[in-house]
Antibody
Framework: QVQLVQSGSELKKPGASVKVSCKASGYTFTTYAMNWVRQAPGQGLEWMGWINTNTGNPTYAQGFTGRFVFSLDTSVSTAYLQISSLKAEDTAVYYC???????????WGQGTLVTVSS | EIVLTQSPATLSLSPGERATLSCRASQSGFLAWYQQKPGQAPRLLIYDASNRATGIPARFSGSGSGTDFTLTISSLEPEDFAVYYCQHRTNWPPTWTFGQGTKVEIK
């Protein structure tokens, strides 16, 4: 069965960096693109962008350029989200979500809570 | 920038009642609905406006086209009380936009 398993919660200081992983299983990793979605505490869902798992080409949504980097390690079927120069407002749960055949989010990781606090 | 407006913000209903959720988009396109329960990831319910995702019960249905869409839950079960998000998708390259959510709570 398809599973996306994300890395555990992180507590970081402002200015630090964090790398969240999303390990896929149950399907051929390079067949479906991967999205990243942010959810701040008590707030709605915010799409960050997606990465083509076949070419490695990322697409970033407005507001997620510069400090946010999507990457892959196809040898271990894993997508990564790296955030640098962390700010308090980056505190959120970050989800990976697979693109379905029709480009919707059919499978989601369990989410990774990133807390930025001094 | 595409804006999705969901209404109402909160819907207070009893089990067995019918729920009707609305989503209006600032531009026409493709639409999906997700359910999210506290502490859980969103779950895809409806895609391409009216197609139920795998394993979704028949009490969930979607309708609409263009810029106006509706999610209907025909008879609320206890497990249906949750937050529902609509999502717009552009054709190519695919970009996503989420609505602000409708909370369906027990009356």
């Amino acid at each position: 069965q398809v599973q996306l398993v994300q890395s555990g919660s992180e507590l970081k200081k402002p200015g630090a960096s964090v790398k969240v992983s999303c390990k896929a299983s149950g399907y051929t990793f390079t067949t479906y693109a991967m999205n990243w979605v942010r959810q701040a505490p008590g707030q709605g869902l915010e799409w960050m962008g997606w990465i083509n798992t076949n070419t490695g080409n990322p697409t970033y949504a407005q507001g997620f350029t510069g400090r946010f980097v999507f990457s892959l390690d196809t040898s271990v079927s894993t997508a990564y989200l790296q955030i640098s120069s962390l700010k308090a407002e980056d505190t959120a749960v970050y989800y990976c979500a697979r693109h379905s055949n029709s480009w919707w989010g059919d499978y989601w990781g369990q989410g990774t809570l990133v807390t930025v606090s001094s | 920038e595409i804006v999705l407006t969901q209404s109402p913000a909160t819907l207070s209903l009893s089990p067995g009642e019918r729920a009707t959720l609305s989503c209006r988009a600032s531009q026409s396109g493709f639409l999906a609905w997700y359910q999210q329960k506290p502490g859980q990831a969103p779950r895809l319910l409806i895609y391409d406006a009216s197609n139920r995702a795998t394993g979704i019960p028949a009490r969930f249905s979607g309708s609409g086209s263009g810029t106006d869409f509706t999610l209907t839950i025909s008879s609320l079960e206890p497990e249906d009380f949750a937050v529902y998000y609509c999502q717009h998708r552009t054709n190519w390259p695919p970009t996503w936009t989420f609505g602000q959510g409708t909370k369906v709570e027990i009356k």
